[in-house]
């Protein structure tokens, strides 16, 4: 039998954390990625990685508890049993990572330290500066350089994955790749394909997202058969500083460290924000939500300062949308040692110091909670089977994906510092599950379905380098794509516009096809590969917009005003617990009718073909999102007797004495 | 308050379109020393992109993609560069903009045209071989990371509780140089680090090939992002276990023995990474570990 | 493969850069520093009286003053020389792109050291006996003073010198700073900045010795002089020769 050979795609966290794993675990590894692993966008990830932790649980915290954080910050839209397995294994990557050297930021007495993130009330999450993606990253590449050294891994850096490759039962054995230097095309036999190719932003034009996230692998994937599960599921960071190339991120930590989000009272005040006096300025999180403040989860932030600037016309400037975002009145040694490396970043990019000068931000679009669909087998604690071969797979046995492209851990909106941990836990807990699925017997002979394959890829190359005379620019095509997408498909959203901009997205597509390439020559040609992943970008694109017009309700990141359910208007106690029961009622309604993730699978002409799927919900029941609702206190009453009465009758149900 | 929401949900978009195409009809006349293959000719080609407030040298490259014409007109090939991150974390986009190395993604065209004159100069980094224009082969700078073990040599990944204790002081003086991006400006700036191209042989296997170059890299100055990663790691108590590999490493043909102490990595760093303390610290562990082994040998 | 087996120097990289960065201290750096302070006592303004007693000293180790010049100057030397040409070989010097203050020291470090390299070559072709076959060697250290005064008057040798000397100490004193961060006594940048200063006054302080001591060369009355060195020559002729007994020589015009 052949020594198993797995072929990883995308070299962030995910993906060095499978390959580390896979290594340890015998396998021989190719790690294909666009650019060195080290450059991978993981390392754009400022704030830290959550979970619980000594200190917190003796504040009450458990891995259940951040378990019930997720999926409530989620909205419920995710899978439980994956999450708790995450939620699990938090402890235990932390310990992993802290090992592996990465510089956590320490208390007095040497031990981790942790700061405070959106979504929870815990102190949950561990840190590095304020380059933690970064640091976690350069620690899994040093292990992985040091499998490399020892021969395990072969990296292939500056490689394109085209597609994957699969045989007459659908099953995927391998991939065809190119060499972005020499545009030579590879087969890449393997007993299974892993995706770790994060996440889409490059769809939105700008977004806080590197330049290699355009997310064409996983479209490429999909195109070949691999479904795509809550495209529509967008996450609109709430603070990041504009540029014409890009949304810099400015990191969550900044509130977490307690900075503070503010308007002046009087629209776009002319005066420096300094001589503004505090009751001039409206702390707008901090009044609608007292519990959580500048710490409430990202999508409700995102669409509070959203709100602010376009209902209550208070941005900062006029011609621009932001609003100010604090740390002046804290000391400048703290604000070094913890958020040095973003406020540096703020400096450098803006030319204001943000220890001193108040920080404009405004949101822009962050993450991709959507992803290809993968399975998972439930253990019987709720949790996942360890070394399951279906846990992470796509619908196409021996394609898996994990990370960012994966639709897993985050439902419809995820929190702050969760995503650095589920792409090391799901690159971790992949591995064994790889070592059990490979090393079979060896299927029928595959070089045939490679030939293939390659030529239909040298093929679609050519087509593409022939085509000059087209009157399309792929760069000014994609930026209308971006506009279009970032107006129609992040904050808010209208069946409306949403419908319009799918048509506009098909003519765009079909527009694709008359773009001239100005670069005909065949070596690194990044005209051609730019091209050819914008071509890409129509399918995801499609689905996100299809998605999205489908799902009419709102859920996490996924906001359409035209079925929000306000608030509670009434005073009166009896009158309010009446619209409390109807709340409820509807929202029952509600959950029946949509808590279902949404499957894409693409159709002909890269069309999507929308269809739901029941989600398990079994650990933690669906309860209202309440944070900062208008009479969310009532609702929350009349839930909670709702969930008892639904308990009880399910005991009575229960034959007596079966429990003993 | 949706129905104004709704309304004004353009807005968003608004401040992209008005950058984009807004401001004045002054130019930006960028040159660009191009080569069209590794081992090619290099030329200049002149560009004029229209100024923006605030742009960066990226936007200005992205510009000359998307435009794919010279200053006289012509249809040419659109300029290749590395870049990923844009925020000055990934270490892709390192390029010699007006013959000092930096990343074009904080370069800012505005400073550079009030300290340099109007026109902007992008050449790729000579210490590194040139694949096609802006674009250079690095691979010689994470083979020092291997080099020299930047890496904890753990036990194996599986659970084996926390990491060492370490005091907040040794953390932050470790901290700056866990920054290091790779992005290969200390070496570009450093007079000490030559640039090695090697080229494969008709008759020669990729392995083999793979084989000559590293050694071709190993003779050549290691520099100072390794010196400084095996100063790092040789600090962290578990990294500090196979410290004396690492000094084998530094001691080796190419080793910290090549620096002429210019001092230009640390000034043209954009991290602000103290390389000369690495250097010197690396120094003084050298100077103990070699004497040591001379009379325990 | 043919490019791949390392030579010596290869091999002993490391342990033949530190011993050329010693070989700069001590003995080359140290023997420069004593050479500078000894002809600075030619400022003694005693026509020459102290400077030649000095020499004497150095003279008085009679035959064993060849090896010793061999093994602690000339050897030491060559090899720092020669290594410093290795490295100045394989360095690009790139202060027009990087106009920094480290890096006008590294590229003015090595053009020192091919100046200083180059003067010392000539001066010892010019005083030293070893000169002689080449028409130099004008030095005689019997009449110390005199001859080396003789040997500097003119003014091209003059300037020469001034250079020479500059560039041989600015390269011993900024050598001594980079020593330090080389072998790592100072490693923080705070102590650098330290370092440097004393690094500074040690080298303005030879090179107040060392043109001192040109100048110093260059204006003393020769012929009183040689009549110094005259008397002395006698005196120790009296003392070692056969009349040794004999009164002492009286001292012509002694201050």
Redesign the interface.
């Known amino acids: 039998m052949a020594q198993p050979r797995v072929l990883v795609i995308g070299g962030g966290l995910a993906g060095l954390s499978a390959t580390m794993r896979l290594a340890e675990l015998g396998l021989d590894v190719d790690l294909v990625s666009l650019v060195p692993v080290k450059r991978s966008h993981s390392v754009c990830a400022q704030g830290g990685i959550n979970s619980v932790n000594a200190l917190t649980r003796q504040q009450g915290d458990s891995e259940w508890k951040h378990l019930d954080d997720t999926v409530y910050g989620g909205d419920f839209l995710q899978h439980q049993p994956p999450v708790k397995e995450m939620a699990d294994w938090g402890p235990r990557i932390i310990d992993l990572m802290d090992r592996l050297g990465v510089p956590f930021n320490r208390t007095s007495e040497g031990f981790r330290d942790q700061r405070r993130f959106g979504g929870t009330l815990y102190k949950r999450t561990a840190f590095a500066g304020a380059t933690t993606g970064q640091q976690l990253l350069y620690a899994l590449d040093e292990q992985v350089r040091r499998w490399e050294a020892a021969g395990k891994v072969k990296k292939w850096e500056f490689w394109d994955f085209l597609g994957p490759v699969l045989d007459d039962t659908g099953r995927c054995r391998g991939a065809v790749c190119q060499d972005l230097v020499t545009m030579q095309f590879k087969a890449f036999p393997a007993d299974a394909v892993v995706l770790a190719t994060g996440g889409n932003g490059l769809i939105y034009g700008r977004s806080t997202m590197s330049m290699v996230c355009t997310g064409s692998a996983v479209s490429r994937a999909y195109r070949a058969g691999a479904w795509y599960g809550n495209g529509e599921f967008i996450q609109v960071h709430p603070t990041a500083i504009p540029g014409a190339d890009k949304l810099r991120l400015m990191s969550e930590s900044a509130r977490g460290e307690g900075g503070r989000v503010w308007v002046p009272r009087t629209p776009q005040d002319p005066r420096d924000p300094r001589s503004i006096p505090e009751a001039e300025r409206s702390y707008f999180l901090e009044e609608r939500y007292p519990k959580y403040g500048n710490l409430v989860p990202r999508d409700i932030a995102t669409r509070e300062i959203f709100d602010i600037c376009t209902t209550d016309g208070l941005s900062v400037e006029k011609d621009r949308l932001c609003v100010y975002l604090d740390l002046t009145h804290i000391p400048r040694e703290t604000l070094d040692r913890k958020l040095g490396g973003i406020l540096e970043i703020y400096e450098k990019f803006q030319g204001v110091d943000p220890r001193v000068t108040p920080m404009k931000i405004f949101p822009a679009v962050h993450y991709s909670m959507g992803g290809l669909w993968v399975d998972y087998e439930k253990s019987k604690t709720g949790g996942l089977v360890e070394g399951s071969i279906r846990n992470q797979q796509t619908n196409l046995p021996g394609l898996y994906a994990i990370g960012e492209c994966d639709y897993q851990y985050h439902g419809a909106n995820r929190l702050g510092a969760n995503s650095l941990l589920s792409c090391i836990f799901s690159g971790l807990f992949l591995a064994p599950s790889l070592a059990n699925a490979c090393g079979g017997t060896p299927g029928a002979d595959t070089t045939r379905l490679f030939e293939a394959e390659i030529r239909r890829q040298e093929e679609r190359h050519r087509e593409l380098l022939g085509r000059t005379a087209g009157d399309e620019n792929p760069y000014a095509l994609h930026q209308e794509l971006g506009n279009l997408m970032t107006r129609v498909a992040t904050v808010v959203r209208r069946n409306d516009q949403l419908e319009a901009a799918y048509d506009d997205v098909c003519e765009m597509a079909r527009r694709w096809k008359r773009c001239a390439v100005s670069d005909t020559g065949n070596w690194t040609n990044q005209n051609v590969v730019f091209t050819k992943s914008l071509g890409d970008m129509f399918p995801i694109a499609k689905l996100i917009l299809k998605g999205a017009l489908l799902r009419d309700e709102c859920r996490g990141a996924h906001f359409k005003p035209a079925f929000a359910m306000p608030g509670l208007a009434a005073t009166d106690p009896v009158e309010k617990r009446r619209e409390a029961e109807e709340w409820c009622d509807s929202f029952q309604a509600n959950t029946e009718k949509w808590l279902k993730s949404t499957i894409a699978a693409c159709g002909p002409d890269g069309d999507p073909e929308i269809s739901y799927r029941e989600i398990d919900t079994s650990l933690i029941p669906p309860r209202p999102r309440l944070y900062g609702l208008v009479g969310g206190d009532a609702i929350e009453e009349v839930w909670k007797e709702r969930q008892e009465r639904a308990a009880t009758s399910r005991e009575a149900a229960v034959p007596v004495g079966a429990g003993s | 308050?949706?129905?104004?929401?709704?309304a004004?949900?353009?807005?968003?978009?608004a401040?992209?379109?008005?950058?984009?195409h807004g401001g004045s009809s002054r130019v930006i006349r960028v040159r660009v020393l191009r080569q069209?293959?590794?081992g090619g000719e290099s030329y200049f080609e002149r560009f004029e992109v229209p100024y923006?407030p605030?742009?960066?040298v990226?936007?200005v490259l992205?510009k000359i993609?998307?435009r794919?014409r010279s200053q006289d007109g012509r249809?040419?090939?659109?300029v290749?560069?590395?870049?990923?991150?844009?925020?000055?974390?990934?270490?892709?986009c390192t390029m010699?903009i007006n013959?000092?190395t930096r990343m074009a993604?904080?370069a800012?065209v505005d400073s550079l045209v009030s300290t340099d004159g109007d026109e902007i100069e992008l050449r790729p980094m000579s210490k590194f071989p040139v694949?096609?224009?802006l674009?250079v082969d690095?691979r010689r700078v994470?083979r020092g990371?291997?080099k020299v073990?930047?890496?904890?040599?753990?036990e194996?990944?599986y659970?084996?509780?926390?990491?060492p204790?370490?005091?907040?002081e040794?953390?932050?003086d470790?901290?700056p140089l866990?920054?290091c991006?790779?992005c290969g400006c200390c070496l570009e700036?450093c007079?000490?680090y030559?640039k090695i191209e090697t080229v494969r042989r008709d008759d020669e296997s990729e392995s083999d090939f793979e084989k000559?170059r590293k050694?071709a890299f190993d003779?050549g100055f290691v520099g100072a992002h390794a010196i400084s990663q095996a100063m790092l790691?040789n600090s962290?108590p578990?990294?500090r276990m196979i410290a004396d590999e690492r000094l084998e490493a530094l001691?080796?043909?190419?080793?910290?023995?090549?620096?002429?102490?210019?001092?230009?990595c640390v000034?043209?760093c954009p991290k602000h990474i103290?390389l000369?303390?690495s250097?010197?610290?690396?120094?003084?562990?050298?100077?103990?570990w070699?004497i040591k082994r001379l009379f325990d040998r | 493969m043919s490019d791949s087996s390392p030579s010596f120097l290869e091999r002993h990289q490391f342990l033949i850069y530190r011993l050329f960065s010693l070989a700069g201290l001590i003995p080359i750096g140290a023997f420069v520093a004593v050479h500078l302070l000894t002809n600075a006592s030619i400022l003694a303004g005693d026509d020459g009286r102290t400077f030649q007693s000095r020499v004497d000293m150095i003279h008085s180790l009679g035959p064993l003053l060849v090896p010793i010049e061999w093994a602690f100057i000339f050897l030491p030397l060559l090899f720092h020389a020669a290594i410093g040409f290795v490295i100045i070989a394989n360095g690009m010097p790139n202060v027009g792109s990087y106009s920094y203050v480290g890096n006008v020291r590294y590229t003015l470090q090595r053009a020192t050291g091919m100046i200083a390299f180059a003067f010392i070559v000539w001066h010892i072709v010019q005083l030293h006996w070893l000169g002689k076959p080449f028409g130099g060697g004008q030095f005689d250290p019997h009449r110390a003073a005199s001859t080396a005064a003789e040997a500097l008057q003119p003014t091209l040798v003059a300037i020469f010198y001034a250079i020479g000397v500059l560039a041989t100490v600015f390269h011993f004193s900024n050598g001594l700073w980079t020593l330090g961060i080389t072998w790592g006594l100072w490693t923080s940048p705070a102590a650098m900045r330290r370092a440097n200063v004393i690094s500074i006054v040690i080298g303005v302080g030879l090179a107040t010795a060392g043109l001192g001591a040109l100048a110093g060369m260059r204006s003393i009355d020769v012929p009183r002089a040689r009549e110094a060195e005259t008397w002395a020559e006698k005196q120790k002729h009296a003392l070692s020769g056969p009349g040794a007994a004999v009164a002492p020589v009286p001292i012509p015009n002694a201050h």
């Open positions: 308050m949706i129905k104004a929401m709704e004004v949900a353009d807005l968003v978009t401040g992209a379109d008005d950058a984009a069209d293959v590794a923006e605030n742009m960066n990226i936007s992205q993609a998307a794919a249809r040419v090939a659109p290749a560069w590395d870049c990923s991150c844009l925020e000055e974390v990934c270490g892709s010699l013959g000092r993604c904080s800012l694949v096609r224009d674009v690095r994470f990371l291997e073990k930047a890496w904890v040599p753990v194996g990944s659970d084996l509780g926390p990491g204790r370490i005091s907040p040794d953390q932050e470790a901290y866990t920054e991006m790779s700036a007079p000490q030559m000559r050694a003779s790691f962290h578990t990294g001691t080796a043909k190419g080793g910290i023995q090549m620096c002429g102490n210019a001092q230009n000034a043209v103290p000369t303390r250097i010197a610290r690396a120094g003084r562990a050298a100077t103990v070699a």
